[in-house]
């Protein structure tokens, strides 16, 4: 049980880095990425 519960915070942990590299981007070539990183940060910190 404390091994799934690790899992879920480092994957809700890559998807919040990944969220604060797109907040970051100027100019991104894909203007959905940052909502598709919130969405799948929300996500996982919610499971």
Known sequence: M???TQK???EA???LQ???M???KVGCNEPEAFE???SA???AARS
């Open 41 to 43: 940060f929300l996500s």
């Open 2 to 4: 404390i091994n799934a």
């Open 18 to 20: 990944h969220l604060n």
């Open 22 to 24: 797109e907040g970051r």
């Open 36 to 38: 598709f990183f919130l």
């Open 8 to 10: 879920k915070l480092r």
């Open 13 to 15: 942990r890559f998807f």
